[in-house]
């Protein structure tokens, strides 16, 4: 009888966590300090990701804005057709905030013990990526502070950084100065209104919230 209840309660949890995991997309992705105006937990989640793995708060999201703009159940575009007209499998199991494939994803879940981690979760999605670049410092030597480059081991793979494939893709570097740039917006405007986002519950104050 006590399984029984246990595992209503366990499925119960589980659909809640699932409702809980799917967000909006913000109004205002261009800025992080509406972002978290919006989704103040967010700040929460990306604090914690950086204090884990040492990304910084606006490497996270200029690299989570690339991949999804802040949506979370979004995959690639397009299936293989096979005959030429039937849809098949999607060219990538990318999927979710982070875009992460799902042999990564199950690295990441394996590795950190989150074997329960969504990927439309933005807790989860926020720590994936600060694991992924914690590896891509440690076995590239790839400042944590360096969105551009974090980016391109985050795209390629860290195999495929280390051969350097990336120069072989033009748009790709467009597109990974573009989320340099996009950090160092970010990282001034966090500037701007990081502290209102510190010590905001009644239970917090400063320093232990900083």
């Known amino acids: 009888m006590h399984k029984f209840w246990l595992l209503i309660t ?3 949890l589980a659909l809640l966590t699932i409702s ?3 967000a909006k997309q913000p109004k205002n992705i261009d800025n992080i300090c509406a972002i ?13 990701s950086e204090r884990r793995w040492g990304t910084p708060i606006h490497v996270q999201f200029a690299m989570m804005h690339q991949e999804s703009s802040f949506r979370s159940s979004v995959r690639p575009p397009g299936r293989v057709k096979l005959l030429g007209f039937i849809p ?4 990538s199991s990318a999927f979710g905030y ?3 494939k799902d042999e990564v994803w199950r690295e990441y879940t394996q590795d950190t013990g989150n074997h329960f981690g969504d990927r439309r979760s933005m807790k989860d999605a926020l720590d994936f990526i600060g694991w992924y670049n914690n590896i891509s410092h440690n076995r590239l030597g790839i400042s944590k502070t360096n969105a551009e480059h974090l980016y391109l081991a985050y795209h390629e793979g860290h195999g495929g950084y280390q051969r ?13 100065r573009i989320v340099h740039q996009r950090a160092a917006t970010y990282q001034r405007q966090l500037s701007s ?9 009644f239970y917090q104050f400063w320093p232990f919230c900083s």
């Open 20 to 22: 809980g995991c799917a």
């Open 88 to 91: 098949g499998p999607r060219r």
């Open 193 to 201: 209104c990081e502290d209102r986002f510190r010590c905001r519950r």
């Open 98 to 100: 982070p875009q992460a």
């Open 36 to 48: 978290f105006d919006q989704r103040p937990a967010w700040y929460d989640y990306a604090k914690r």
């Open 164 to 176: 350097r494939t990336y120069r072989q893709k033009e748009w790709l570097m467009r597109t990974a």
């Open 10 to 12: 366990l499925a119960v």
